[in-house]
């Protein structure tokens, strides 16, 4: 089955400065990527997502890459803010259209 | 994501005891799933149901069951047999876009067994 590593599991940055996270897939049938965010006691919430045919997407502050030859995925945010702080999960489909396999999450923390 | 109710959002159970969480959408979405959530350990897959009258086994099943006898409902009954059932619960539903099924998450249950 699929596998999704996801680093850091913590990281820390100053109000204004960007925030990158990084996962690896092992499924090389994975086409959908997406990715969550998770404040406490929430739900998470889906920010971002890129399907395998795109390299790039971006929404305002939040960008995510794919290079599917090294099976890796970045989650990048520019000029971050307090209210940016949570958890993030990425989650790759492998081989299926329904299920989805999830890293173990990133704690984001914006310190103003 | 409004369209995803799961309730209560507080349960507190014996151990021992059978106990049932419940999970409806009114979104009209085909597939949904059940996942539990531990600190550091991500989401983790119970259940998922494609259709109604069918589901399949996630990558942590053994403890657990479901039903889904109606489109809209999905519940998780977490059986005695499961070992450490104190946890985060969350379903949630998707629909079709272009043969890639995004998921939504309901507000979740936390569940304490002591």
């Known amino acids: 089955g699929e596998n999704v590593e996801q680093h850091p599991s913590t990281l820390s940055v100053q109000e204004g400065d960007s925030a990158v996270i990084k996962c690896t897939y092992s499924?090389?049938?994975?086409?959908?990527f997406p990715w969550y965010k998770q404040e406490l006691g929430k739900r998470p919430q889906l920010i971002i997502d890129?399907?395998?045919?795109?390299g790039e997407k971006k929404d305002q502050r939040i960008a995510v890459t794919l290079n599917k030859t090294a099976k890796h995925f970045s989650l990048h945010i520019t000029e971050t803010q307090p209210e940016d702080s949570a958890v993030y999960f990425c989650?790759?489909?492998?081989?299926?259209?329904?299920?989805?396999?999830f890293g173990k999450g990133t704690l984001l923390t914006v310190n103003p | 994501d409004g369209g995803i109710t799961q309730s209560p959002k507080y349960l507190f159970r014996k151990e021992g005891q059978n106990v049932t969480l419940s999970c409806e959408q009114n979104?009209?979405?085909?597939?949904m799933y059940w996942y539990r959530q531990d600190p550091g350990q991500g989401l983790r897959l119970i259940y998922y149901?494609?259709?109604?009258?069918?589901?399949q086994k996630g990558d942590i099943a053994e403890g657990y069951s479901v039903s889904r006898e109606k489109k809209e409902s999905f519940p998780l009954t977490v059986t005695s047999a499961q070992k450490n059932p104190t946890a985060f619960y969350l379903c949630?539903?998707?629909?079709?876009?272009?043969?890639?099924?995004?998921?939504?998450f309901g507000p979740g249950t936390r569940l304490t067994v002591t």
């Open positions: 149901s494609q259709i109604v009258n069918d589901f």
């Open positions: 499924d090389s049938a994975s086409n959908y």
């Open positions: 890129i399907r395998s045919n795109v």
């Open positions: 979104l009209n979405h085909d597939a």
């Open positions: 949630a539903s998707s629909i079709s876009d272009s043969h890639i099924y995004k998921q939504y």
């Open positions: 989650a790759a489909s492998g081989g299926s259209n329904y299920k989805l396999t």
